[in-house]
């Protein structure tokens, strides 16, 4: 009863503190011919292309920061980060892009089960929350530590030609 009046307050607060036109700027997403400046069209593009640039470049992408002024069609991000990381670094990367976000949800997951299952009181679900949470951010901070390392500099040029050729 408490975790759902608490998710319930979440959602009011989300809907209440949200600024004036992000409702409709959603809707954009699922019907386009709502959007009057053509910004849904420019992302689905750039989602394309970035997918694109994946599937060219898939062991050590393009290079970390490269999507952008190089290979989007107006100097746009993705909008995507799976499909950015994807580009920029190559599918090894997003791999473990992809576990570093997923693994925390699952230990969460189990935490949750646990906890329900032995009937636990509230504070101590939100105790435990708060420590999942934590370690969510530790292996956020740790991937932005790893984005900021430039792995393919460490190859010779020769073997990054061959890995990573021209669009």
């Known amino acids: 009863m408490q975790l ?3 998710l319930v307050g979440a959602f009011a607060a ?3 503190l ?3 036109g992000y409702g409709s700027r959603l809707l954009t997403i699922f019907m386009p011919g709502l959007d009057s ?3 849904a069209d420019s992302r689905r593009g750039e989602l394309f292309r970035s997918i694109y640039v994946a599937l060219r470049h898939p062991l050590l992408g393009i290079g970390m920061g490269n999507y952008q002024p190089n ?3 107006r100097g746009l991000v993705t909008h995507n980060s799976y499909t950015q ?3 920029e670094m190559g599918m090894t ?3 473990l892009y992809t576990m570093f976000i997923v693994s925390p949800l699952r230990k969460l997951s189990t935490i949750v089960r646990e906890t329900l299952a032995v009937g636990t009181d509230f504070d101590l679900l939100l105790f435990r929350f708060g420590s999942a949470s934590l370690a969510a951010g530790v292996y956020g901070f740790q991937l932005l530590l790893v984005r900021s390392v430039r792995l393919e500099c460490l190859l010779p040029d020769r073997i990054r030609r ?3 050729p021209d669009l």
Do not use: D, E, H
């Open 14 to 16: 989300i809907v209440v």
């Open 37 to 39: 400046s053509g910004s």
């Open 18 to 20: 949200a600024p004036t």
């Open 162 to 164: 061959l890995l990573s």
């Open 93 to 95: 990367a997003c791999v």
């Open 85 to 87: 990381v994807a580009a």
């Open 4 to 6: 759902t009046l608490l």
């Open 71 to 73: 290979m989007s069609y």
